[in-house]
């Protein structure tokens, strides 16, 4: 999509802004995606099969080039500036960026997460295989596929929002700054809605194979000690508005 259509396509009414900054990035199942400007960029560019994977191609042709055209520019600007690039690539600078990232990491709340989503892992390696055949043989019921699928998809979101929520919150605390809404409270947010979701994929296995009610209880408890911790760290959060989800009637 050139310049001028992305202009013209950016400037229609319909688009919530920022829309897609809380959501959990499932288009396919987002009631939104007519108001989403991120969905219609990748509608338009990507919608045809056949032009997508020549389109997919060139993006990355693009990108490689913006990639070699910044570096240019970067370093002319650093020299117009009087900007030392090798110095911002200094020990200090990295000493920093690294207790920053083990201070995240470390944190409980992205251990636990973390942790989720390798048990999650485990859980299905030993049981996919047998559980999708139940599947088929009850998907006149509750539809157990589609627990499935929510699981999964959450299974790494929640790692990723948690973690982006926990650096967030330790940088607040670092600059002095205490917000809101702030990106933390969005963040814990929307992996609060994964756990949500992700809690009551869960409960309806046992439904379809008994034999599991036990491992699903131990995940399922895990999960919610989990999602108590953010509660309590972020306790914000829930409050905190998503534009698009939380402040506007879905059948406007
Ligand atoms: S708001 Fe909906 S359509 Fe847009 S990126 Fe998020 S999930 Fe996809």
Redesign the pocket.
């Known amino acids: 999509m050139d310049r001028k259509r992305l202009k013209k396509l950016a400037a229609e009414k319909r688009f919530i802004p920022g829309?897609?900054n809380y959501?959990?990035?499932?288009?396919e199942r987002?009631p939104?995606?007519n108001r989403?400007l991120?969905?219609s960029i990748g509608e338009e560019d990507f919608s045809d099969p056949e032009t997508r994977d020549i389109k997919n191609e060139a993006f990355w042709k693009k990108l490689s080039e913006i990639f070699k055209e910044t570096q240019e520019m970067l370093k002319e600007a650093a020299e117009e500036w009087g900007i030392d690039l090798e110095d911002l690539d200094s020990e200090e600078v990295a000493g920093h960026i690294r207790v920053r990232d083990e201070a995240v990491q470390g944190h409980v709340i992205s251990r636990a997460a973390r942790n989720y989503a390798s048990r999650v892992e485990d859980w299905f390696r030993e049981r996919e295989e047998r559980l999708l055949e139940t599947t088929t043989l009850l998907s006149d019921e509750v539809n157990l596929e589609e627990a499935l699928e929510v699981i999964r998809w959450y299974q790494y979101f929640i790692a990723a929002k948690a973690i982006r929520a926990v650096l967030g919150k330790l940088e607040e605390e670092k600059d002095g700054r205490n917000e809101f809404p702030s990106d933390a409270d969005g963040s814990a947010k929307i992996a609060l809605i994964a756990i949500d979701r992700s809690i009551s994929a869960w409960a309806t296995i046992p439904h379809h194979d008994p034999r599991e009610s036990e491992s699903v209880l131990k995940i399922l408890s895990f999960l919610d000690r989990l999602g108590q911790a953010i509660e309590e760290t972020f306790p914000k959060a829930r409050s905190f508005i998503r534009p698009?989800f939380d402040d506007i009637d879905l059948n406007e």
């Open positions: 829309i897609y959501c959990d990035r499932w288009c987002c939104q995606t989403c991120n969905f698009g």
